[in-house]
């Protein structure tokens, strides 16, 4: 007995561990992916199943820090301009998805013999998407930065920040909570003031913080210290009473542009991985068998009855914001099933007398469900398409033969493809925008569908076999990201890279790209140019202008990229009388 005491203690880690590897290989092999290999495993070793860990409510805390270090990485890999181009996903596709659910899901509850009060609030919880299932689906596929996994994120992000809201609709409708404890409007500004600090301190305090530890060089402390700043950002916002996850997202955004980004990703992916594992985990041991058993009818039918709702309504509400029919059919299916907040939703919910405990475990169990079926699922996409005359894109490169590879297709991949054609260079064009691809076959181009953040794409395409690699994607994050693998992988492919603008420009310096072409350099100069021609000035004179500005650009640059931004000769010079002779 004595020593059975001394091994209770890693016990039940080692259950964890021991069902993970287990199922989560098993899963995978037969296609269902490791998020359902964790659900598995919990329901198996959980309080329903072996009864090897008979109290998952002690884990729960634990588990979802894997959701608020998944928000952290993902704000780690994103900026403020980045989330600003996503605005109107964001704002509107995201607040129209919430809403329109709901209001289709609410009365469906209502039916089954519910009051409107709890409806309400079942239907706006089931209305959430489950951010830790649907961004480890994306980032297994390798489609975090696909056209519909942009969108789906987007939708995500503003069901996290929805949460606040309902949470606060369950309090005004508790029986029990009649007079609010605080006043609106402190509650509203006790959460902008935990906002304006965290991004005070991300702003200001974290670069000094980071730069002061890596002097110090102790690779344990600058790991401990990452998690300090998540899980303090985390906590200042669960203390506002907003969403941990959304702080430990705030202060990843704040760090994205941080020199200590790739470092930071790296200390904390580990513990990212293994608690995201665990809160699956947790997911599964939550589901009870006996209720599903007894209620299997009512909850199969609700299933799919949220299922269908939710797809369509995505579907439709994607359309009308404008994206294409195969990204808006891809992020309605992967948005399909309800979420881990509907969990926080329900209990809360329950706590308040808002509804009864039979009804939130019924809940549960039924966003647990929704789910499991979101994996196979999504695979029903490309036959969906297919069927409707709509044929989804694979990544098919069987007939990649060039000796040229063009990653990204928009309009200066395609002037670039017609310069390489016209002199009988037959180049390899990838892109993942599925229009775009479609209106290009119009014209008889051959573009693959791929996306060139991912290795074994680049490797199907040619990589390694091609003698030049041109990178003319739009965004800079995808653009580094394309670079990198290529240096990795293919150090002797030559490559052209196309920069965003000056500061991407010296960035990609620093990586070892001769000479990348910021986009509107050339323009700007002829236009310029042609400025000039226009006021009345001779032909010979404007084009020497223009060639002077641009040796001008080409010092400045040169003396940026070993002095900084701020170095190098001034970019405008003061005006200047022109005279005949010149």
């Known amino acids: 007995m004595a020593e059975a005491s ?9 259950v964890f561990l021991a069902a993970a590897v287990v199922a989560v290989p098993l899963a995978k092999r037969v296609g269902l992916g490791s998020v359902l290999g964790y659900i598995a495993a919990g329901i198996v070793i ?3 199943g072996l009864k090897l860990i008979d109290t998952p ?8 820090l894997g959701i608020v270090l998944l928000l952290f990485i993902i704000g780690l890999e994103l900026n403020l301009g980045r989330l600003w181009a996503l605005r109107k996903d964001i704002l509107g596709l995201g607040t129209a998805q919430v809403l329109v659910c709901g209001a289709l899901l609410a009365p469906c509850v209502w039916m089954a013999g519910a009051g409107w009060g709890a409806a309400s ?3 706006l919880g089931l209305a959430l998407s489950s951010t830790a299932l649907v961004m480890q689906l994306l980032a297994e596929r390798g489609e975090l930065e696909a056209p519909y996994g942009r969108t789906a994120f987007a939708v995500l992000l503003l069901q996290d920040l929805a949460i606040v809201p309902l949470l606060a609709l369950v309090a005004f409708l508790s029986p029990r909570m009649m007079v609010a404890e605080h006043p609106m409007w402190m509650s509203v500004a006790t959460g902008l003031g935990a906002v304006a600090a965290v991004v005070l301190t991300g702003r200001f305090l974290l670069n000094p913080f980071f730069g002061l530890l890596a002097r110090a060089g102790a690779r344990e402390i600058m790991t401990a210290a990452a998690l300090l700043v998540v899980l303090g950002a985390a906590g200042l916002m669960a203390v506002a009473g907003l969403s941990m ?3 430990a997202f705030l202060a990843g955004v704040l760090l994205a542009e941080s020199n200590y980004r790739h470092e930071l990703e790296a200390d904390i992916e580990p513990f990212r991985g293994l608690l995201l594992g665990l809160f699956f985990l947790s997911v599964g041991m939550s589901v009870d068998l006996a209720v599903v058993w007894a209620q299997a009818p009512l909850l199969l039918a609700g299933v799919f009855l ?3 709702l939710k797809s369509v309504a ?11 029919p195969a990204t808006a059919l891809r992020a309605a299916l992967i948005l399909a099933q309800g979420g881990e907040f509907g969990f926080v939703l329900y209990s809360a919910a329950a706590a308040a007398g808002v509804m009864g405990g039979d009804l939130a475990s019924l809940l549960v169990a039924l966003v647990t469900l929704s789910m499991a079926v979101t994996p196979p699922l999504l695979r029903l996409a490309p036959r969906i398409l297919s069927r409707c005359g709509r044929p989804m894109p694979e990544e098919d490169f069987s007939d990649a033969k060039g000796s040229v590879m063009v990653v990204g297709f928009g309009r200066m991949g395609q002037l670039v493809t017609q310069v390489l054609q016209r002199h009988g260079v037959q180049p390899v064009l990838i892109d993942t925008d599925v229009q775009r691809i479609q209106e290009a076959a119009r014209f008889g181009s051959r573009v693959h ?13 040619g990589g390694g076999r091609v003698r030049l690699i041109a990178v003319c994607t739009d965004r800079p994050e995808i653009t580094n990201r394309v670079v990198t693998l290529v240096q990795e992988a293919f150090p002797e492919t030559a490559l052209v890279v196309r920069a965003f603008d000056r500061r991407h420009a010296l960035s990609l310096l620093e990586r070892g790209i001769e000479n990348p072409i910021r986009e509107t350099v050339e323009s700007a100069l002829i236009l310029g140019r042609e400025a000039l021609l226009a006021l009345g000035v001779p032909r010979e004179q404007a084009e020497a202008v223009e060639q002077e500005v641009r040796l001008r650009d080409r010092e400045r640059l040169a003396a940026q990229q070993i002095g900084g931004l701020f170095a190098g000769p001034e970019p405008l010079t003061p005006p200047r009388v022109m005279k005949a002779a010149e």
């Open 46 to 48: 959980g309080p329903f």
């Open 306 to 308: 949220l299922v269908a």
């Open 6 to 14: 001394h091994l209770a203690p890693i016990l039940t880690p080692m």
């Open 314 to 324: 995505t579907y439709g509400l994607a359309r009308v914001f404008g994206h294409p």
């Open 449 to 461: 569908y791929g996306d060139g953040t991912r290795l074994d794409v680049l490797r199907a395409a």
């Open 121 to 123: 609030v079942a239907g």
């Open 57 to 64: 409510e002690r884990i729960a805390g634990i588990a979802e």
């Open 245 to 247: 996850a959304m702080g």
